[in-house]
């Protein structure tokens, strides 16, 4: 059995593996939205600057001034239409990806009721 550790660390008989966090897939995600060239020149939005993450498309999240006729998600912002199309596989997984990790992420815990309360005595 070859020992996993979800850490970067020394040892040479071990997978080390360091999992991106859900922030760097969002920034990810967010980096392969096609911005418009009206929003780059008013400063609506930054120049991309993290497409060198050297593999293929995560996601794709097409812009389009007309309302998409094969989307699968579409949301209308500044009169533009951004969205994954319906036959772009690849994109529609990676948004149920996001979907569920950021509301794991979000979903009220039901055992937080039952941490114990810590009370520090100030003053």
Same mark, same amino acid.
């Given at each position: 059995m070859i020992p996993v550790y979800l850490r970067p660390g020394s040892s040479q008989?071990? &997978?080390? &593996?360091? #999992?991106?966090? /859900?922030?760097? #897939?969002?920034?990810?995600?967010?980096?392969?939205?096609?911005? /418009?060239?009206?929003?780059?020149?008013?400063?609506i939005a930054e120049p991309e600057t993290w497409r060198d993450?050297?593999?293929?498309?995560? #996601?794709?999240?097409?812009?389009?001034r007309q309302r998409p006729r094969n989307a699968q998600v579409a949301v209308r912002y500044r009169?533009?239409?951004?969205?994954?199309?319906?036959?772009?596989?690849?994109s529609k997984r990676s948004f149920r990806i996001l979907k569920l990790l950021i509301g794991m992420r979000l979903a009220d815990r039901d055992d937080d009721q039952r941490m114990p309360v810590l009370t520090v005595p100030v003053g």
């Open positions: 008989e071990a &997978i080390h &593996i360091v #999992m991106r966090s /859900p922030f760097d #897939m969002l920034r990810h995600a967010a980096s392969k939205v096609q911005v /418009p060239a009206p929003h780059l020149e008013a400063g993450w050297g593999e293929d498309p995560f #996601m794709t999240i097409r812009s389009s009169d533009w239409w951004f969205y994954i199309d319906a036959t772009d596989t690849v």
